[in-house]
């Protein structure tokens, strides 16, 4: 099992990226999903999941910002981040297990992840 993140980048204010997460070694359309992030001298927060049905949540702070999304085909998950502010500078992981989340104790919990990508930088400055 593998997750490799790319996408990350120096950019400023108000700028856009997608990030994504390729799997390998399963099949990530019956896993659970998620990306998590760290910002600078703090521990890791719980961004966005998507479950196996389709169903999305996302973190309040980024909600309304954040797209998650997933390509089954290509068995790639997704991330698209809009209108990047500072607070968004933080190492972002993609994260995975092989059961559903229904609750939010249940999908943000980042403990409860078993796999892990090695994440991918998000830098955001003027």
């Known amino acids: 099992v593998q997750l490799v993140e790319s996408g990350g980048g120096f950019v400023q204010p108000g700028d856009s990226l997608r990030l994504s997460c390729v799997a390998s070694?399963?099949?990530?359309?019956?896993?659970?999903m998620s990306w998590v992030r760290q910002a600078p001298g703090k521990g890791r927060e719980w961004v966005s999941t998507?479950?196996?049905?389709?169903?999305?949540q996302y973190a309040r702070s980024v909600k309304g910002r954040f797209t998650i999304s997933r390509d089954s085909t290509k068995n790639t998950g997704y991330l698209q981040i809009n209108f990047l502010e500072p607070e968004d500078t933080a190492v972002y992981y993609c994260?995975?297990?092989?059961?559903?989340?229904?609750?939010?104790?249940?999908?943000?919990?980042?403990?409860?992840?078993?796999?892990w990508g090695q994440g991918t930088q998000v830098t955001v400055s003027s």
């Open positions: 070694g399963f099949t990530f359309a019956s896993y659970t």
């Open positions: 994260a995975a297990k092989d059961r559903p989340s229904y609750s939010y104790a249940e999908f943000s919990d980042i403990n409860s992840y078993d796999d």
């Open positions: 998507i479950n196996p049905d389709g169903r999305t």
